[in-house]
T-cell receptor
Framework: QKEVEQDPGPLSVPEGAIVSLNCTYS??????FMWYRQYSRKGPELLMY????GNKEDGRFTAQVDKSSKYISLFIRDSQPSDSATYLCAMRSGAQKLVFGQGTRLTINP | DGGITQSPKYLFRKEGQNVTLSCEQN?????MYWYRQDPGQGLRLIYYSQIVNDFQKGDIAEGYSVSREKKESFPLTVTSAQKNPTAFYLCASSIPAGWATNEKLFFGSGTQLSVL
């Protein structure tokens, strides 16, 4: 079993829809949770960062962490074609290495 | 314009050949990393370096080698011992050094390596 599981998709939704991307994990020691966005044939860029449980909002993006369920989510409101990319969750415990999910390929159709 | 530069963008390797992927950063970051990305598998850590002249193996170091002679540079050599080298290789850097709590990874644009 992988430490971090992420549905690879692909996920295709119409423009303006609310998108929900999710990751589950098995290591209860994970404390730091990140979402990276990766456009095709480019390097990932950090989108959201959350420490421990709770929600964090940044514009159209909301990151949610539920440590009791070992489940994290990224919500995208009013999705745009420019949001089409692969989204990678990543997490870490303390000073340990970052563990990435497989990435979900998202397409927003105009 | 600060950032991480990876070259070449595309690279082809012949059987039995060693190839070297370049990674240069002008962000003054202490830590640098190499990841391998395969379709549907996310990013896997190959090697990382927290300081000049020091580096550690990641999860999949076999068949790879690195050097860190300068703070700005962290080249990766894919040796002939790596039997399945076809992948997208990503270099990253971060500050502060090590796995700090608020560490943010900055990634290059990647090198696609294919076997001829």
């Amino acid at each position: 079993q992988k430490e971090v599981e992420q549905d690879p998709g692909p996920l295709s939704v119409p423009e303006g829809a609310i998108v929900s991307l999710n990751c589950t994990y098995s290591n209860s020691a994970f404390q730091y949770f990140m979402w990276y966005r990766q456009y095709s044939r480019k390097g990932p860029e950090l989108l959201m960062y959350t420490y421990s449980s709770g929600n964090k909002e940044d514009g159209r993006f909301t990151a949610q962490v539920d440590k009791s369920s070992k489940y994290i989510s990224l919500f995208i409101r009013d999705s745009q074609p420019s949001d089409s990319a692969t989204y990678l969750c990543a997490m870490r415990s303390g000073a340990q290495k970052l563990v990435f999910g497989q990435g979900t390929r998202l397409t927003i159709n105009p | 314009d600060g950032g991480i530069t990876q070259s070449p963008k595309y690279l082809f390797r012949k059987e039995g050949q060693n190839v070297t992927l370049s990674c240069e950063q002008n962000l003054n970051h202490d830590a640098m990393y190499w990841y391998r990305q395969d379709p549907g598998q996310g990013l896997r850590l190959i090697y990382y370096s927290q300081i000049v002249n020091d580096f550690q193996k990641g999860d999949i170091a076999e068949g790879y080698s690195v050097s860190r002679e300068k703070k700005e540079s962290f080249p990766l050599t894919v040796t002939s011992a790596q039997k399945n080298p076809t992948a997208f290789y990503l270099c990253a850097s971060s500050i502060p050094a090590g796995w700090a709590t608020n560490e943010k990874l900055f990634f290059g644009s990647g090198t696609q390596l294919s076997v001829l």
